[in-house]
T-cell receptor, first 115, second 111 residues
Framework: DVKVTQSSRYLVKRTGEKVFLECVQDMDHENMFWYRQDPGLGLRLIYF???????EKGDIPEGYSVSREKKERFSLILESASTNQTSMYLC??????????????FGQGTRLTVV | QKEVEQNSGPLSVPEGAIASLNCTYSDRVSQSFFWYRQYSGKSPELIMSIYSNGDKEDGRFTAQLNKASQYVSLLIRDSQPSDSATYLCAVLSGGYQKVTFGTGTKLQVIP
């Protein structure tokens, strides 16, 4: 079974703090994704990576950065946390088949509260 | 226009009935389509993937894809209370790597 593990289930951080969310997958997937999920807005893509050290902006990258130094690990960084970044953060990974992304598998999610 | 649109619901069906969930998308060159189920407080889990026009069946679930009309649907036969969840439609677009999700349809199966 594919396993995508996020480092924390719940986090509470203060405004202005630098926050690191970690994600590890054990299936040698090429692609990794960070989404945030908010009521009424659904899942929105923040960043994704299709290879080590490669990254692409998603729909809402402002205020975030990412790092992928190893294939299995994808980190989301909030440079200076703000209250509007309070949300559920979901990491996902997927493989490639014939140059097309296959289905994504999700971690358990991190509920981040910025106070 | 949103890239992937779903009716937010809630869609209420009696136990044992067929639940029909619909999704439309805007990118004509989309190639891959996915249905996820998400229980409250949990992360999405994959139910079905479909890549070509027509129907694809897996147990009580049938995914239907019509690329000409740009819609994909999910049918759940013999609905059970345990099927009560939010169902997310996802579409692969933007250079074969970006997966875009709809906002989800909440399904309630009434015992």
């Amino acid at each position: 079974d594919v396993k995508v593990t996020q480092s924390s289930r719940y986090l509470v951080k203060r405004t202005g703090e630098k926050v690191f969310l970690e994600c590890v997958q054990d299936m040698d997937h090429e692609n990794m994704f960070w989404y945030r999920q908010d009521p009424g807005l659904g899942l929105r893509l923040i960043y994704f990576s299709y290879d080590v050290k490669m990254k692409e902006k998603g729909d809402i990258p402002e205020g975030y950065s990412v790092s992928r130094e190893k294939k299995e690990r994808f980190s989301l960084i909030l440079e200076s946390a703000s209250t509007n970044q309070t949300s559920m953060y979901l990491c996902a990974s997927s493989s490639m088949s014939h140059r097309v992304t296959t289905e994504a598998f999700f971690g358990q999610g991190t509920r981040l509260t910025v106070v | 226009q949103k890239e992937v649109e779903q009716n937010s619901g809630p869609l209420s069906v009696p136990e044992g009935a067929i639940a029909s969930l619909n999704c439309t998308y805007s990118d004509r060159v989309s190639q891959s389509f996915f249905w996820y189920r998400q229980y409250s407080g949990k992360s999405p889990e994959l139910i079905m993937s479909i890549y070509s026009n027509g129907d694809k069946e897996d147990g009580r679930f049938t995914a239907q894809l019509n690329k000409a009309s740009q819609y994909v649907s999910l049918l759940i036969r013999d609905s059970q209370p345990s099927d009560s969840a939010t169902y997310l439609c996802a579409v692969l677009s933007g250079g074969y790597q970006k997966v875009t999700f709809g906002t989800g349809t909440k399904l309630q199966v009434i015992p």
